[in-house]
């Protein structure tokens, strides 16, 4: 081997062992946002945003470097939604369904944006456009709950049931969306079903107020032979 060929390996070496240093130490967004939900949940809510802001920043270095990926627009979007910034959210979600139309998480978080800016319409488009073409994804459940809510909220009752149905059967340990069913099922007159829907909601959440008033309340017509 000449010494032209020795030296263009040993650059090639070089080169691949900055990239593989670079690819270990990249910040990770995916991990900051995490982070936030945990801290979140545990309401500590400056921490969470303070780790959020950092995941956005992180999505932003990646575009403007052009290393970004489909991740990248996902994660910032979820980012966004945690910090209520709805109209961040659908803006980015569109520029990266420019860029990955197939990407059907995009689609979900946007229906979320618009359900929280009350645009019932668009925010059902989404919901149904995610939840028929991939049946089996993680964030499914949290498509039906939505579905459900915007059925509630619109007073139809048997449509908000099919939703809730499926959104706790396929999450069955959220105590809000079980309460939710409840009160769908009590709308409906289904006060032996609404009882236990809010009796799921007290098991996972023994604190709920809202879940406790519900039962008394289906309790009530139990008893009065209204169920």
């Known amino acids: 081997m000449n010494m032209k060929r ?11 062992a900055l990239s593989s240093v670079f690819t270990q130490t990249r910040p990770d967004a995916l991990a900051k946002y995490r982070t936030g939900r945990s801290l979140e949940s545990s309401n500590r809510l400056q921490e969470a945003a303070a780790n959020y802001n950092e995941a956005v920043r992180i999505c932003n270095d990646e ?3 052009r290393v970004a990926t489909r991740d990248t627009y996902v994660v910032m979007t979820w980012t966004l939604q945690r ?47 995610f939840t028929n073409r991939l049946p089996r994804n993680d964030r499914v459940s949290t498509a039906y709950f939505f579905m459900g809510e915007i059925f509630r909220i619109e007073g139809k009752f048997h449509r908000a049931d099919i939703a809730y149905s499926a959104a706790v059967r396929l999450e069955p340990n959220i105590a809000l969306w079980w309460y939710r069913l409840g009160l769908v099922w ?15 909601a007290l098991q996972l959440e023994p604190n709920r107020s809202d879940a406790s008033e519900g039962l008394v309340r289906v309790r009530q017509h139990i008893a009065n032979g209204t169920s």
């Not at 020795?6 to 691949?16: A, E, K, N, V």
């Not at 209520?84 to 959210?89: G, L, P, S």
């Not at 520029?95 to 197939?102: E, K, S």
């Not at 009590?186 to 809010?198: H, V």
Request: charged fraction near 30%.
């Open 63 to 65: 575009i403007n470097n």
């Open 186 to 200: 009590e709308s409906l007159r289904d006060y032996t079903s609404a009882q236990e829907a809010f009796n799921r």
């Open 83 to 129: 910090l209520k910034r709805y109209d961040d959210v659908i803006s980015w979600a569109e520029r990266g369904l420019t860029l990955y139309p197939d990407d059907y998480r995009l689609n979900e978080i946007m229906g979320e944006a618009f359900f929280y800016k009350d645009d019932y319409k668009r925010s059902l488009d989404m919901m149904q456009s």
């Open 6 to 16: 020795i030296l263009f390996t040993l650059s090639l070496l070089f080169f691949f």
